[in-house]
T-cell receptor
Framework: AQSVTQLGSHVSVSEGALVLLRCNYS??????LFWYVQYPNQGLQLLLK??????LVKGINGFEAEFKKSETSFHLTKPSAHMSDAAEYFC????????????FGAGTRLFVKA | NAGVTQTPKFQVLKTGQSMTLQCAQD?????MYWYRQDPGMGLRLIYY???????DKGEVPNGYNVSRLNKREFSLRLESAAPSQTSVYFC?????????????FGPGTRLTVT
């Protein structure tokens, strides 16, 4: 079985500060990991994904995430927050076991203060 | 390309009424999904269709039915709506069901059941 835990339902940062959104996963098979972003009143869109190539994954809008197997983590970071980064972020896990399901975390809402 | 489209965008139902949510994708994807999003719970899978002609239950299928009409279209039906089905519903598609493929989401349907 697979699961995802996002630490912190809300995170607030100042514009220009580091963004760190935490995600821990549980998986009995090598995982595929994703970060999605949801802007108000929109669907989710992919930020980045890990599929067993490089452990440091770069995504859109300056975000990146590092896969750490020993810590079962896939935290999302951005060096300098911008007002336009305010949104809800979802970490997700799936496994290539022949199943078709992706498990989503509960989400972290990011607030960016001017 | 329109991507994934959903109709309607908003709907208010009375308890016991029925309705069908429509979803279509123009990316020639094999797999399609229906999720519901509730505050603090992330996305929960209702039903999915790994390929045309097949459908399977997800995490929360009770009270719902689906039809994979053709490769493009995947509809979700509420036969007798209940207040517990008040939620935002998202349709998604992916090129293959295997876990390493990202999903593309529609804009969502906001459903209120009174």
């Amino acid at each position: 079985a697979q699961s995802v835990t996002q630490l912190g339902s809300h995170v607030s940062v100042s514009e220009g500060a580091l963004v760190l959104l935490r995600c821990n996963y549980s998986s009995s098979v090598p995982p595929y990991l994703f970060w999605y972003v949801q802007y108000p009143n929109q669907g989710l869109q992919l930020l980045l994904k890990y599929t067993s190539a490089a452990t440091l994954v770069k995504g859109i809008n300056g975000f990146e995430a590092e896969f750490k197997k020993s810590e079962t983590s896939f935290h999302l970071t951005k060096p300098s927050a911008h007002m336009s980064d305010a949104a809800e972020y979802f970490c997700a896990v799936s496994g290539d076991t022949g199943g078709f399901k992706t498990i989503f975390g509960a989400g972290t809402r990011l607030f960016v203060k001017a | 390309n329109a991507g994934v489209t959903q109709t309607p965008k908003f709907q208010v139902l009375k308890t016991g009424q029925s309705m069908t949510l429509q979803c279509a994708q123009d990316m020639n994807h094999n797999s399609m999904y229906w999720y519901r999003q509730d505050p603090g719970m992330g996305l929960r899978l209702i039903y999915y269709s790994a390929s045309e002609g097949t459908t399977d239950k997800g995490e929360v299928p009770n009270g719902y039915n689906v039809s994979r009409l053709n490769k493009r279209e995947f509809s979700l039906r509420l036969e007798s709506a209940a207040p517990s089905q008040t939620s935002v519903y998202f349709c998604a598609s992916s090129s293959r069901g295997l876990g390493n493929h990202e999903q593309y989401f529609g804009p969502g349907t906001r459903l209120t059941v009174t």
